[in-house]
């Protein structure tokens, strides 16, 4: 009844209805699509930046790209459909023939689901009907291939089309226009009607030069002969001199249409109508050819489920087979998933990365994080060594995994995970008057409220935003509440430029040190992007300043203070470089429960009760009473 109510004749053309359960897919929300560079976001990149998309897409067809997005934006979270998805790609990627021929086909296969929905609506062009021929009459010669095989759990359900594509091929032209009412759309030889007139309109001179000749031989007048002009049309003329010899006798059924000074003009009842014939060959030509159109639209319409159904199917086949030649191409490994709650890659390698680099290979690493032994990693180490990218990269083989892909690696074992959550980079949001730290904060929020027992959390330098002491303190409390205190136990990689937390390994069994291997030598300090065993005691922050160009005085500067802060636990204040300041004794924090007490007080004394209405003061009164609570609920929810 709503469809009915709000998209009138729309309506028609859906079949059903496909409820997306939440409860079927990998839940992704918008900030770990972008924080997983799953799709190219970036305008001026012209949408062709690196991404997980443009590293998977093989596809040949519009509607394999469209149902990749798909399949990314809603990893499967069922086992059976997508141990169906892997016999697939591995099939594909062992047999480089098939995979080719049907990679051929498939380049040839057209937008069946768009072209079959707008012709439902009423909008489509002869060009949707050709569409739907020229994708049929490859069937034949795509079937084959994918019988007994694993992609006949696709292609097994598909109709039978031969009678349709027959009709279609035998009826539209090769190549058919944009829009109907320029003509040239069914064959020569498929309807006699339409060839007859298309015949009067091609052969009306040879016509009128026929009748003209039939017209001597009846009256015996050889010199007769056919005229045309915009007034009269066609018209028989004889010469007015051979009128006045007598030469001729002019049949009665001549008709006088004009006198000239040489000549008289005459018209017959049967050239009249050879006339209307062929004035009317033109319009009579376009209602014909629409009138066959409209019916081979409305026997296709007939049948749009199943042409549905088959856009749908081609697409899939299209994303395998992009999967299978990806796989073949870059070494891929089919990841065994299972119902577990442990992911165990051997040698795992980033797929955008990988992809992206020309002139040296890509360090491998691996990942293990088990929820009966060790299922929070935490790493650290210097800029630069690739943390960001080890965290990225164990979230995007799980995404892989999840939409039926095989996986950048040596080995891999995966339990199904039904919830990605990543907290990396930094941005504001100005526009909703949020900061960088606020972002952070609300996005940390998120995920701790959210957490289940098969979710994969990425957190990326939790609390950088803010002054030291205060980030290291959000940082920890988040790592000790995913180890204890969020009543599941999530798979965790948490990377973090503050060592301090490196020491809960101790405290908590499940979490385990990691770091980034340097090597230093008297020419500076190497980044091996290799993940190892135990936690790193610098972060190299100003080696990789020097590397990216900061003028010499100010690196000498920043390794002097280094050495300072370094020496002093409590991070007294050095000397001044420069000019020294002087230090204002006794400033704290204020908190921002203490901000809200105070904002109560300020507001009280602004007050001027004399000039108060009585209704007036009741409503200040109101409103600050409900500002004290507030104020107060906030502190025992900080306090407990």
Request: with cysteine.
């Amino acid at each position: 009844a709503y469809l009915h109510e709000t998209q009138f004749g729309a309506v028609e053309y859906i079949k059903r209805a496909h409820p997306l359960r939440s409860s079927e897919h990998l839940h992704l929300d918008v900030t770990t699509g972008r924080n997983l560079e799953l799709f190219d976001t970036r305008q001026e990149q012209n949408g062709d930046a690196p991404s997980l998309y443009r590293t998977l897409n093989r596809c040949r067809s519009t509607m394999g790209r469209r149902l990749l997005r798909e399949w990314l934006l809603r990893p499967l979270l069922d086992l059976g459909e997508l141990r169906r998805r892997q016999d697939a790609v591995e099939w594909l990627a062992e047999n480089g023939r098939e995979r080719r021929a049907l990679r051929d086909l498939l380049g040839g296969c057209r937008d069946v689901e768009r072209s079959s929905s707008r012709l439902s609506l009423g909008t489509g062009t002869p060009k949707d009907l050709g569409a739907i021929r020229d994708t049929l009459y490859l069937l034949p010669s795509l079937l084959p291939l994918c019988a007994d095989t694993p992609l006949s759990c696709w292609t097994g359900g598909i109709a039978d089309f031969s009678a349709l594509r027959e009709e279609l091929c035998a009826a539209l032209e090769d190549d058919l226009p944009r829009n109907r009412t320029q003509g040239g759309l069914i064959r020569g030889g498929y309807d006699a009607e339409l060839d007859e007139w298309r015949g009067v309109e091609a052969g009306a001179s040879g016509m009128m030069d026929a009748y003209v000749e039939k017209v001597r031989e009846i009256t015996g007048i050889s010199r007769i002969k056919a005229g045309y002009n915009k007034v009269f049309g066609y018209y028989l003329e004889v010469s007015r001199a051979a009128l006045n010899a007598g030469e001729v006798e002019l049949p009665g059924w001549f008709i006088r249409k004009q006198t000239l000074v040489n000549a008289e003009r005459f018209i017959t009842q049967e050239m009249k109508e050879l006339e209307e014939r062929i004035a009317s060959a033109a319009s009579e030509i376009s209602r014909r050819e629409g009138a066959l159109f409209d019916g081979l639209t409305e026997r296709t319409l007939a049948r749009v489920e199943e042409l549905q159904h088959l856009g749908s199917v081609l697409s899939a086949l299209d994303v395998l087979t992009s999967f299978g030649e990806v796989a073949r191409e870059r070494g891929y490994i089919r990841p065994e998933l299972n119902d577990g709650y442990d992911i165990v890659v051997q040698n795992a390698r980033h797929p955008v990365v990988e992809e992206c680099l020309t002139d040296s290979p890509f360090v491998p690493n691996s990942i293990a994080l088990r929820r009966s032994e060790r299922r929070i990693a935490l790493i650290t180490g210097p800029n630069m060594a690739g943390k960001s990218t080890y965290l990225r990269t164990a979230a995007l083989l799980v995404v892989m995994a999840q939409i039926g892909s095989f996986v950048p690696a040596e080995s891999a074992s995966m339990g199904v995970c039904d919830r990605i959550f990543t907290r990396i980079g930094a941005r504001d949001d100005l526009a909703r008057g949020s900061s960088t730290f606020m972002v952070e904060m609300v996005e940390t929020a998120n995920i701790l409220n959210n957490l289940t027992e098969r979710s994969l959390v990425i957190l990326d330098e939790v609390g950088r935003g803010t002054s030291t002491y205060d980030g290291m303190s959000i940082a920890w409390a988040v790592l000790e509440h995913l180890a204890e205190g969020c009543g599941c136990s999530p798979k965790v990689l948490f990377a973090t430029h503050y060592h301090e937390l490196t020491c809960l390994d101790e405290r908590y069994p499940g979490i385990e040190n990691l770091s980034m291997a340097v090597k230093e030598d008297s020419d500076g300090i190497f980044f091996l992007h290799q993940v190892v065993k135990g936690s790193a005691d610098r972060s190299y922050g100003i080696e990789v300043a020097r590397l990216a160009g900061l003028p010499r005085p100010v690196l000498k500067r920043a390794f002097e203070l280094l050495q300072r802060f370094e020496k002093d636990e409590k991070c007294a204040a050095p000397p001044q470089h420069a000019a020294k300041r002087k230090e204002i004794p006794g400033i704290r924090q204020m908190t921002l429960f203490e901000s809200a007490r105070s904002g109560i007080v300020e507001e009280i004394a602004a007050l001027t009760p004399d000039t108060l209405t009585p209704f007036r003061a009741l409503e200040l009164l109101y409103s600050l009473v409900e500002k004290s609570r507030e104020a107060i609920r906030s502190e025992n929810l900080s306090s407990s």
